[in-house]
């Protein structure tokens, strides 16, 4: 593993994510935001946000995969979501949760939730970017 995830004492202990992460792999990759598009161009979840954290987390694994990666080397995430309010993380969490269950693996490196007004096409309510770091 080139990437290992710690929650510091005197930080808050988040479940969703690990505060900090230490990586010793040599090749840093950052992953363009992905919405959520399936492999066809086609929206998955038009109006579902979980749905689409789900697909938007299975993009970032297969672009991972691709090049001999996985969730494991993740060492950050940014997820922006369109008209943020806390009564979406439910199904923040639920998206999350999905992708977990198909991958085998809750991808838990620090990240940054962040609400934006839109995104590029009015049907995508969420987009993540990745770096991780790979041997």
Do not use: F
Request: aromatic share 4%.
């Amino acid at each position: 593993m080139t990437v290992t995830l710690v929650n510091p004492r005197g930080l808050p202990q988040v479940d969703a994510y690990r505060q900090v992460s230490i990586a010793t792999g040599s090749r840093l990759v950052h992953i363009a935001g992905q919405v959520a598009w399936d492999a066809g161009g086609v929206t998955v979840g038009d109006g579902d946000l979980a749905a689409q954290v789900e697909q938007c987390y299975l993009n970032v694994a297969a672009a991972l995969d691709e090049i001999g990666g996985g969730v494991g080397d993740l060492a950050k995430l940014t997820v922006y979501v369109v008209d943020w309010a806390p009564d979406k993380m439910p199904l923040l969490m639920e998206g999350i949760t999905r992708a977990a269950a198909r991958l085998g693996t809750v991808p838990v490196p620090p990240a940054t939730l962040i609400g934006v007004a839109a995104l590029d096409v009015p049907e995508h309510l969420v987009e993540i970017d990745a770096v991780a770091v790979l041997d």
